[in-house]
């Protein structure tokens, strides 16, 4: 899972991305916090591995199954996050297309349905990951169809 994925999704919604918002904010403390463990662990055990008992040799691959899997459960939430963040704003921007007034001109369609095609894709290339959520067909099925509605309105006004 590539979270650069992510964040050119963003982008290309002119989504603002702060390290400090509450979207990135859990994540990157967990990914400290585990570097930071793993760091210690490893400074811990030396360079001596073979006089180490069999039970600390479990201890320790325990201790470093459930980091990764702190790690990974708070990726998976921020994935969630970030689809929600995601499908909140295509969905004011296909409203915005949607008027008669031009809505939002600002927006290429082309880019929006770059964003909503690749994070699309993201979700079922992860989805051994990400499936668990229940959130995740819904998801799922709403940039389906926030896809096939992009790219409705691309074909009409490049017709």
């Not at 008992?53 to 691959?61: L, N, P, Y």
Request: charged share 30%; aromatic share 10%.
């Amino acid at each position: 899972m590539d979270i650069n994925e992510i964040l050119d999704c963003m982008a290309l919604l002119r989504i603002p991305i702060k390290k400090s918002s509450a979207l990135w904010k859990k994540l990157l403390n967990c990914i400290d916090t585990s570097a930071f463990l793993l760091n210690k662990l490893a400074a811990g055990l030396g360079s001596d591995l073979e006089n180490f008992s069999m039970s600390k040799v479990e201890m320790i691959d325990e201790y470093t199954t459930d980091l990764e899997g702190y790690v990974a459960q708070e990726f998976v939430l921020a994935i969630i996050m970030s689809g929600k963040v995601l499908n909140k704003k295509l969905r004011i921007i296909i409203d915005g297309f949607s008027k008669p007034t031009g809505g939002y001109e600002e927006f290429r369609i082309s880019d929006c349905l770059k964003s909503c095609s690749k994070f699309r894709r993201f979700l079922t290339k992860n989805k051994q990951f990400v499936e668990s959520q229940p959130e995740y067909s819904r998801m799922l099925y709403r940039f389906l169809k926030h896809e096939d509605t992009l790219r409705k309105k691309h074909q009409t006004t490049n017709a």
